[in-house]
């Protein structure tokens, strides 16, 4: 009860008697929101209006603003109003308020901009983005070549730890997925192929479809999920830290410190992860057929060597370093492009692995029809 | 829980026998601290003698590992995570880098604690955040930028007025005037001093700035050695003969700061 009873002399209160508005409770500015309601919908006498703040227990800066404001916005209405009741500190707070000069009402907002220039902005933000991808593409080939040409300015140790980091690490769940990925297609596909009796076609099936496609598609989604998003985070965070110019002052390059490693492991990395993933979703499928099928393994296995040819075998293989370079380069461009906050980190690292996805789709399908034309 | 009369209290914050520890390392031990109503409290000591520690401890942004902790009348220890919360909202602190949210302009981000606190219409939230702009000297086109295109004197004032947003009991400011030119310096200082006066706050903060502590601090604290070296006014610390208070501040960059005080 008294918890209640203390809340409710702490509310700020005004209640026009006549010509005079009496004040009361707590005019702060967590206790405000009354206030604000009720004086937006006071109905105010013609005449001179008196203000009684004497019962006003607190009084703060956002206390004194919505005072001051209500009498501006009388006196303008060309009422006349007198303040009574206040004490030194109210008075010198309302002076503080008084002497900084500001008007009450809307902000000046900056304009909202209107459809065509909405549409410009973004076709040549879209432009920039475009030109600036190429030329980034364009200084990493140029470095690249520099270290190609001078063997010793490439940075083993960096090249080490991003191939521990971007290979090594990924094993896990690489091989998980691509395991489980054999397992769902040998079952989905056994099931059909056993209508027709022709349950040992599964090897040819789990085979071909995970050595020549899902395979590494499926591997450069994980590391563009997860090896991709990384770099961007890394690159971004040292950007909006400064230790990018740090570097750059030191008179070391980023382009070679950070950018090239992480590509050259990444070309390195996603080919032998994709191997991997073969052999896992290669294992997954002929596991799934001997439950399933009661395909022994050896016979499995003898299918398997008819069914993948060699080519088809590199096909799957060749597409990973492709894949590797985009996740890369879409990686650290995007890292490169943070700016400031930590917000913009974050905006950057979806946009690098949405686009890194995309691009390694849009480029597989490419390949696909390559492929086809060329009769491979 | 509603906060305690302020008005009938004197004692806004007290430690007792505080003590921190990172592990092995002891930072301070057997602290003993009080904070008076309306006064500036200035915390120095050399670096690594945990003085933002100290603060962030006060702040209730970090738990020391013992002793026991008063602020506004509420022991600390006793509160649970919810009236935590709400005794926070009583304090405004400075970081020493602002801390802005990247991602808002300054009048949003001056306008955070009041929106999430208040329940006022946007409209009035806007006009005491360019209020609060206008204490620390921001005008309303600055209101309009994003923290990454202030210089760092704005950023600081920017700082300080979403920590002075909801009128706190009592200010902790870290390093108000670090990375700033003595120009600017010395206009921060005198802005502290106006805002204290004008809103009659209690200020706690931590400097290695000497002009700082001459123009600003009713009372400093030196810190040093894991304790509380010495305290009192700037004047009683410089005629003290204790030999770690004639160290800190009887070096040449002190004795210059006191000449000019």
């Known amino acids: 009860m008294a918890a209640s009873s203390q809340q409710s002399s702490e509310r700020a209160a005004a209640q026009l008697q006549g010509e005079c508005l009496r004040c009361s409770g707590h005019w702060t500015v967590r206790h405000l929101q009354p206030i604000e309601k009720q004086l937006s919908q006071l109905q105010w006498p013609g005449g001179p209006l008196r203000i009684d703040l004497s019962a006003v227990q607190r009084l703060d800066t956002g206390g004194a603003w919505v005072l001051h404001r209500l009498t501006e916005s009388l006196q303008s209405s060309g009422r006349a109003v007198t303040l009574q009741g206040l004490s030194e500190k109210a008075r010198g707070l309302l002076q503080l308020v008084r002497e900084t000069g500001l008007q009450p009402g809307p902000l000046p907002q900056p304009r909202p901009p209107g459809m065509i220039e909405e549409l410009g902005r973004g076709s040549v933000d879209s432009l920039q983005a475009g030109v600036g991808m190429v030329s980034f593409i364009g200084e990493m080939g140029a470095a690249w070549l520099g270290q190609v040409m001078h063997p010793r300015r490439i940075r083993w140790r960096a090249l080490a730890d991003a191939l521990v980091e971007a290979g090594h690490r990924a094993l896990g769940i690489v091989g998980l997925l691509s395991f489980l990925l054999g397992i769902v297609i040998a079952y989905q596909g056994g099931v059909q192929l056993q209508q027709y009796g022709a349950s040992l076609f599964v090897a040819d099936l789990v085979g071909l479809s995970m050595v020549r496609e899902l395979a590494p598609m499926i591997t450069a989604i994980i590391v563009a999920g997860r090896t991709g998003s990384a770099y961007t985070a890394q690159i971004g965070t040292m950007q909006v830290t400064e230790e990018i110019d740090a570097l750059r002052s030191l008179g070391i390059a980023p382009m070679d410190m950070l950018v090239l490693p992480k590509l050259l492991a990444l070309i390195v990395a996603l080919p032998l992860l994709t191997v991997f993933a073969d052999i896992m979703g290669v294992l997954g499928g002929m596991l799934m057929s001997s439950v399933q099928l009661e395909i022994a393994f050896s016979t499995f296995v003898e299918r398997l060597g008819v069914a993948i040819s060699v080519d088809s075998f590199l096909v799957g293989i060749g597409k990973a370093p492709v894949f590797a370079a985009i996740i890369a380069s879409i990686g650290c461009y995007q890292g490169f492009q943070v700016s400031g906050s930590a917000e913009s980190v974050g905006r950057r690292t979806t946009v690098s692995v949405v686009q890194s996805i995309l691009a390694v789709i849009v480029v597989d399908a490419a390949f696909s029809i390559a492929f086809s034309r060329l009769g491979i | ?261």
Not at chain 2, 222 to 239: C, D, F, T, V
Request: glycine share 10%.
């Open chain 2, 1 to 261: 829980m509603s906060m305690p009369k302020p008005d009938s209290q004197q004692v806004m914050l007290s430690a007792r026998a505080l003590e921190m520890r990172f592990g092995d390392k002891l930072i301070h031990q057997h602290l003993d601290l009080d904070v008076q109503r309306g006064e500036i409290l200035a915390i120095v000591g050399g670096s690594g003698s945990g003085k933002t520690t100290l603060l962030r401890e006060m702040a209730l942004l970090q738990q020391p590992t013992a002793g026991s902790l008063e602020i506004l009348g509420q022991q600390v220890d006793a509160l649970n995570a919810a009236q935590l919360m709400r005794v926070r909202r009583h304090i405004g602190v400075l970081f020493q880098n602002g801390a802005l949210f990247g991602g808002q302009n300054v009048l949003a981000n001056v306008g955070v604690p009041l929106r999430e606190h208040t329940g006022l219409s946007d409209a009035l939230i806007d006009e005491i955040a360019s209020l609060k702009l206008a204490l620390v000297g921001l005008s309303a086109r600055d209101g309009q930028l994003f923290p990454n295109q202030l210089s760092g004197g704005m950023r600081k004032r920017a700082a300080l007025a979403r920590a002075i947003a909801l009128d706190p009991e009592i200010l902790f400011l870290d390093e108000p005037t670090s990375g700033l030119d003595p120009l600017s310096a010395g206009a921060f200082d005198e802005l502290v001093l106006h805002l204290q006066r004008a809103l009659d706050s209690t200020i706690v903060l931590v400097t290695h700035d000497i002009d700082t502590l001459w123009r600003v601090a009713d009372r400093v604290v030196l810190l040093g050695e894991g304790r509380l070296i010495a305290q009192g006014s700037m004047a009683e610390l410089a005629r003290s003969n204790e030999p770690a208070v004639v160290r800190f501040f009887q070096g040449p960059r002190g004795r210059a700061a006191q000449v000019s005080a």
